[in-house]
Structures are given as structure tokens and as C-alpha cells.
């Protein structure tokens, strides 16, 4: 058989210690000198414990803190986050701002620079797949008083021309496309040749300079506008200038490659000019009866008709 375990109750132990704290007061009391040696060796035992203590306490406050500072830094950080991205917002609606100012301010000296044509500024709202703007849809039509082969201009010259026409939209033609030929010439010596577009050719920034003539006194640098004999495109638009020019092998024609003013790889804004090349020619037809009527009477002759055509 197990012997039976020796306990005592917890209470005696409470009342034991109750009264043993009472001894050691009252002792301390008559004489406070005789306990000294118990106090400094419970001194001994525990001070180590509180010194450990101690330093634990300090270094959770210190955690506490530092995390206290880590949570307010990360809280600043978040708000200087979101003020810089407000700031950056508003940088990037100044920009926008700016680029359209100048976008405005490049039509608007286009518009100084043709005045003799009215026209009108239009968005370019869609292009056709690829790199380039060769063919693109801007936000003005019919109800604007946009037609078909009326010339459209951006970056300082010819961009390309009007080729279908709705109510509210119209799809350009740009000259940089296989398909766009114009009649060109210098500026400077008035020799005419066909720039040509070639969206391969493109890929270096160039269009092609085709059938000139051998005589033809052409250079590089020289201002390249639409010619008086083209049958679509006005009088005077400057198209380019003219980076390489050289003799066929036939020994008859020259060409070479241009430069051209606008820029067909980001387009937002053209300007259009509302007349297109058979108006220009009925109003010369009109004038010329004015201003021959002054001179002498009109006359049936062959020169009258031809004058009209």
C-alpha cells in the first residue's frame, strides 16, 4: 500500500506566513538594527532578478517606442504619398495643358500662315493599325463643311488629305501612305517633280522625290510646297525639304528623298482648310472677267473659253 502523502492546507501556510510576517515587523520595530543581516542577504538574492527585470522592462519600452515612432512614421509616409501623388496628378494635367497649348499655338500659326484659306482645327480621334498615322478619322464633318479632297495640314505643313466625309467625321489620307502622290516643286527654282509616299521609306523619317527633271535645280535643304498644276492639293502648302537629290540611271530624271514638316507618329491636332482645289479655280475663273471687263469689252473668241477652263 502507498503511504499517504504529507500536505498541509494552504490556509495554515497563509496564516503560518501571516504571523511570521508580524514576528519580523514587531522585531524590526523594537530593534531596527537586527535584521539588517536579513535584509542585505535578501538584497543579495533578488537584486540580480531586479536589475534583470529591470533591463527587460526598459527594452520592451524601448520596443513599444520605437514601434509607436514606426507606426506615426509609416502614417506620414503614407499621407506624403498621397499628396505627392496629388502633386503628380496635377503635373501631369499642367503637362497635357502645355502640350495642347502648343499644339494650339502651332495650329494657330498655321492658320497666320495660310490665311488666305479658311480653315478649320479638328482632333484626330482614330488611325488605322500601325506605327504610323497614315490614315486617320478627325472629329468634323459634313455639318462642319468638311468635303472630300479638302487639304489638311499639322506641324507646319501638308499633312494629308479628306477622302470620305459623314455628318460629324471625316477620314484623312495622310502623304506618308502607298497611295499618295503629289505634285511638288521647289520653292526655290519652281522645278516640279511627285513626292510619294512609301510607309516603308517612312520608317526613316522620308518620303520619295520621283520624276524630276535631269535640268531640274534641285538641293539639299531646299523648301518643298504643293505646285500650282496638282490637281487636288491647293497652291504654296509647304510639304518638306529636300534631303537627298541625285541623277537616274536613265541620265533623263532625278530623284531623291524629303524631309517631311509633319510629324506622323503621334497626331492629336490638324487644321483644315475648308476650300478645296476646283473652288479655288472657279474663283479665279470669276475674277478674270472683272478685271479684263475694265480693260476692253468681252468678245467671242477662243481665248475666252480657254480662259474658263
Known amino acids: 500500500m502507498k503511504k499517504p502523502k504529507f500536505s498541509i492546507p494552504p490556509r495554515y501556510v497563509l496564516f503560518l506566513l501571516t504571523v511570521l510576517c508580524v514576528i519580523l515587523l514587531g522585531i ?46 509609416e502614417e506620414e509616409n503614407q499621407l506624403l504619398r498621397q499628396e505627392n501623388a496629388a502633386l503628380q496628378e496635377k503635373l501631369d494635367r499642367y503637362a497635357l ?15 497666320n500662315t ?10 484626330v480621334i482614330q ?13 468634323k464633318g459634313s455639318d462642319d463643311g ?40 521647289s520653292a526655290t527654282s519652281k522645278d516640279s517633280f511627285i513626292v510619294a509616299g512609301d510607309l516603308q521609306l517612312y520608317g526613316e523619317g522620308l518620303l520619295n522625290i520621283q520624276y524630276a527633271d535631269k535640268d531640274a535645280v534641285l538641293a539639299k ?29 536613265n541620265n533623263l530624271t532625278q530623284s531623291g528623298y524629303l524631309l517631311p514638316t509633319a510629324d506622323f507618329d503621334d497626331l492629336t491636332q ?8 476646283d473652288d479655288l479655280m472657279i474663283d479665279e475663273t470669276e475674277t478674270k472677267p472683272e478685271e479684263s471687263s475694265e480693260a476692253e469689252p468681252q468678245t467671242e473668241i477662243p481665248g475666252g473659253t480657254e480662259a474658263q477652263g
Open 114 to 123: 495660310y490665311e488666305q484659306y479658311p480653315s478649320v482645327a479638328a482632333n
Open 221 to 249: 535643304g531646299d523648301m518643298v510646297i504643293t505646285s500650282n498644276i496638282s490637281t487636288k492639293y491647293l497652291p504654296g502648302l509647304l510639304i518638306g525639304y529636300i534631303q537627298e537629290i541625285s541623277l537616274d540611271a
Open 97 to 111: 495643358d502645355y502640350q495642347e497649348l502648343q499644339e494650339l499655338r502651332a495650329l494657330l500659326g498655321l492658320k
Open 127 to 139: 488611325k488605322e493599325s500601325g506605327n504610323w498615322f497614315n490614315s486617320f478619322v478627325i472629329d
Open 146 to 185: 468638311i468635303k472630300v479632297d479638302m487639304n489638311v495640314l499639322s506641324g507646319g505643313g501638308l499633312c494629308g488629305i479628306v477622302t470620305e466625309v459623314g455628318k460629324n467625321y471625316a477620314k484623312v489620307l495622310a502623304i506618308i501612305d502607298d497611295d499618295s502622290n503629289i505634285s511638288a516643286m
Open 28 to 73: 524590526n520595530f523594537v530593534f531596527p538594527t537586527a535584521l539588517n543581516p536579513v535584509r542585505q542577504g535578501i538584497f543579495t538574492l533578488f537584486m540580480p532578478m531586479q536589475k534583470g527585470i529591470n533591463q527587460i522592462g526598459a527594452s520592451i519600452a524601448d520596443e513599444i517606442e520605437s514601434f509607436l515612432h514606426m507606426r506615426e512614421a
Open 270 to 277: 490638324v487644321l483644315v482648310i475648308r476650300m478645296v482645289k
